[in-house]
């Protein structure tokens, strides 16, 4: 029989109406929880609003969080509630929008966290292990930085009037929350106790001095400009801003001398100085001392060095807040401004959980960034507020073997139908996700401090893992090839979005990107 285009083209439009009504799909499809729940995303999508402009962003970045982290950790999250663990998301997985992010440096295909976000803040990329600057530095010559600066997210916030906000679980001084803050011709140098002599003597500033002096430095940068300052900076890193003096000592220092700055400067006692109404604290008490709504401005530092893995966050001496409620707090203080703010926190400590081999506190501090996330939504207006989820790197790290479904993430490969473990052709049996490259297998029990691992030899070589707990908390993976710690991998990585402007962030981008949409949303540069 022949059929005309006329007629083909009413059976498709019948197809489709009885697609729409239902006669096509089966009713036990449609109420398929599959179907229903694809289905019920897409309705979400189409009704989201349609809005461009945010009067607050906050940016979450989750250092290491490839996508085999995030597969891993809503897996592991899932486990941990008693579920078989794939069906279930991370907070920000079921946000509207999300993008590829492609994340080399100017000068390597594989980067660092310093370029990387340097990329995120400034809009261009640029080389590994500088911060704040554009490609043409050479890293470690201080000569270099003058007219190479760049302008971040962060200072033109504060320029327009908002409210700014610095949140790590890394030292505050790190390469990532640095970014956000900083010209440096060189990532190390956080104190300057880091820094040569020559630098020194060339006049650049250590990283630690350019936050405590944010405000001045930013108004000399821009004449005729006057900010207020950072309201909210949160972290570890306590040593670069203390002298080599244990005079200076903190309450729950771990070193006989907490210090590392040998000009002798007391860089806290110079913020107090210098914000008189503002309010400095070390420890968890302190924390929760804080009355946000009369609080002006912040200054937390509630480690040495780095603060806990969060499995280990308990066992901080003075007690230190988690992610979410530094997040919270934050939040809490920086919307007293009624033309809005701008907040950057990021979980430092995923990467150093994988740089560790240990992919137990790789996820379990990325399970804590995605609770963080869910309290930010939870505090703020979504008609307001854009709130970006991404990382800057991604790791050596991967989800392989055929377990079946339910199979604990950490444990060791168990396939379909068996209740054994999988041997490899060597005999012995093998856990589903490990590492590429690093340390090496440790089995150290039920620690919870994975930098533990940097105390054993390089493990190289396969173990026989019959008799281990692979789930545990110290167990840490096997690696291919053998080195001092993992490293970074070059793959892309992913950014969730929320809020207004969130509609721009999709397709593959340039990790560059970032800045462009988070400028869109404030209005940061004024014609």
């Known amino acids: 029989m022949k059929i005309t285009c006329k007629a083909a083209a009413g059976l498709l439009a ?50 290491g969080m490839g996508i085999s982290t995030l597969t891993a950790a809503r897996i592991l999250k899932g486990q941990m509630a008693g579920h078989t663990g794939e069906e279930g998301y991370l907070s920000f997985e079921t946000f509207p929008h999300t993008a590829l992010v492609k994340t080399y440096n100017v000068d390597a295909q594989t980067p660092d966290s310093a370029g990387t976000m340097t990329a995120m803040m400034s809009g261009l990329k640029t080389d590994v292990g500088v911060i704040g600057v554009d490609e043409d530095i050479e890293r470690g010559n201080c ?21 700014t906000g610095i949140i790590s679980t890394a030292r505050i001084t790190h390469a990532t929350p640095a970014a ?21 003597a060339a006049g650049c500033k250590d990283i ?23 309201e909210v900076v949160m972290g570890g890193g306590r040593r670069s801003f203390l002298p080599k003096d244990a005079a200076f000592n903190s309450n729950d220092a771990v070193s006989a001398v907490e210090g590392d700055r040998t000009d002798g400067r007391d ?19 302190g924390f929760d001392a804080i009355d946000a709504n009369s609080t002006k401005q912040v200054f937390a530092l509630f480690n040495e060095s780095h603060m806990q893995y969060e499995a280990d966050r308990a066992n901080d001496v003075a007690g230190e807040p988690s992610i979410a409620q530094m997040t919270t707090k934050a939040i809490d203080i920086l919307d007293n401004n009624d033309q809005g703010f701008f907040l950057m926190v990021e979980s430092g400590r995923i990467d150093h959980g994988h740089h560790a081999g240990s992919a137990y506190n790789a996820l379990t501090d990325a399970i804590a960034l995605a609770d ?14 854009l709130i970006l989820v991404t990382a800057d790197h991604s790791h050596v790290f991967t989800v392989a073997g055929y377990p079946k479904r339910g199979n604990p993430i950490l444990g060791k490969v168990i396939s379909v139908g068996s209740d054994t473990p999988v041997l490899a052709a060597d005999g012995m049996p093998y856990t589903t996700v490990g590492y590429n490259n690093g340390n090496g297998y440790h089995d150290l029990g039920t620690a919870t ?29 096997e690696a291919l090839v053998p080195l001092g710690d993992e490293t970074h991998a070059g793959e892309d990585i992913t950014l969730h979005a929320t809020g207004p402007g969130s509609q721009l962030v999709q397709g593959t981008i340039e990790q560059s990107v970032v800045f462009h949409l988070i400028e869109q949303a404030l209005d940061l540069i004024q014609e």
Request: hydrophobic letters at 40%; zero cysteines; a negative charge.
């Open 372 to 385: 963080a996330v869910e309290a930010a939504v939870a505090n703020t207006n979504p008609d307001e507020t």
């Open 180 to 200: 956000v803050y900083a010209k440096s011709a060189d990532r190390n140098w956080e104190d300057d106790g880091d820094m040569s002599d020559a630098a020194k």
């Open 208 to 230: 630690a001095d350019q936050l405590v002096n944010f405000e001045h430095n930013l108004e000399q940068r821009f004449r005729g400009v006057d900010v207020d300052g950072l």
């Open 267 to 285: 860089l806290t006692a110079e913020w107090q100085a210098l914000y008189p109404n503002g309010v400095y604290v070390t420890d968890q008490s």
């Open 449 to 477: 401090d994975a930098d533990l691992s940097y105390n054993e030899a390089i493990a190289s070589g396969r173990a026989d893992l019959s008799a281990v707990d692979t789930t545990r908390s110290g167990f840490h993976q």
């Open 14 to 63: 019948l197809a489709v109406s009885s697609a729409i009504h239902g006669a096509v799909v089966p009713a036990e499809q449609q109420n398929s929880p599959w179907y229903s729940d694809g289905q019920s995303k897409l309705d979400h999508k189409l009704d989201t609003n349609n809005k461009f402009k945010a009067k607050n962003v906050i940016l979450f970045v989750g250092d």
């Open 143 to 163: 000569a270099t930085v003058a007219g190479n600066e760049l302008t971040t997210a962060l200072e033109l916030a504060e320029i327009k009037g908002l409210s």
